[in-house]
């Protein structure tokens, strides 16, 4: 099983649970991946999970964003229920969004034009989606490889541009109006 490790900024604020999981479990065929996972995440912390190969570390992540259900227990995100919200619905209304350890980006399309594809389905209005792409372009310093396919583009401009899908997700109803970000990292 992978040990949670909170790290908190010391405040004097109240904690506000952001996403809760409450007693998850999860087996494939007769793999028990995770039993009876419980634990909150607050509003403005950040929070890691550590633990080695296999003990379900990606899975609880999946889990969060809603790729995965679980066989049992409640995944909630401000106080909501989330367990039957589809993931898009999640990135939409809760601005949870999982940047993965590997891949994620569509290697045929451009980076701006992945930006694309990815903003049309969480940004409503064109001048916003624009508007957003264009700032992730700039803040992630990818104005050079704006027009380059994801193929042909170094590894370290690849997970830049990966980082901007994550970053351009824009959360309506988030408690503090920021997005949640999950990121898969291959070293930690």
């Known amino acids: 099983m992978a040990i949670i490790k909170s790290f908190r900024i010391k405040t004097f604020k109240k904690k506000i649970n952001k996403i809760s999981l409450r007693n998850i479990s999860l087996s494939f065929n007769k793999l028990n ?3 009876d996972v419980s ?6 912390s950040i929070t890691g999970l550590l633990g080695p190969n296999g003990s379900g570390k990606s899975t609880l992540f999946n889990i969060i964003c809603g790729i995965l ?3 049992y227990g ?8 989330v367990n039957k919200i589809p993931v898009f619905e999640r990135v939409q209304k809760y601005g949870i969004s999982l940047i993965p350890q590997t891949g994620g980006t569509f290697s045929g399309l451009s980076c701006i ?4 594809a ?18 992730m372009i700039s803040k992630f310093q990818l104005e050079p490889h704006a027009h380059t396919k994801c ?13 901007c899908y994550g970053f351009n997700v824009k959360s309506n109803n988030s408690i503090d109006g920021r997005a949640v970000r999950i990121f898969r990292h291959p070293h930690c």
């Open 33 to 35: 991946v995770l039993e």
């Open 39 to 44: 634990f909150d995440i607050n509003q403005s």
């Open 69 to 71: 259900n679980p066989n």
């Open 74 to 81: 409640d995944v909630i995100i401000n106080g909501i229920n």
């Open 113 to 116: 034009e992945n930006l694309k």
């Open 118 to 135: 990815i903003s049309e389905i969480v940004i409503e209005k064109k001048n916003e989606r624009n508007y957003k792409i264009e700032e």
């Open 151 to 163: 193929s042909e583009l170094s590894g370290g401009s690849k997970k830049k541009s990966c980082n």
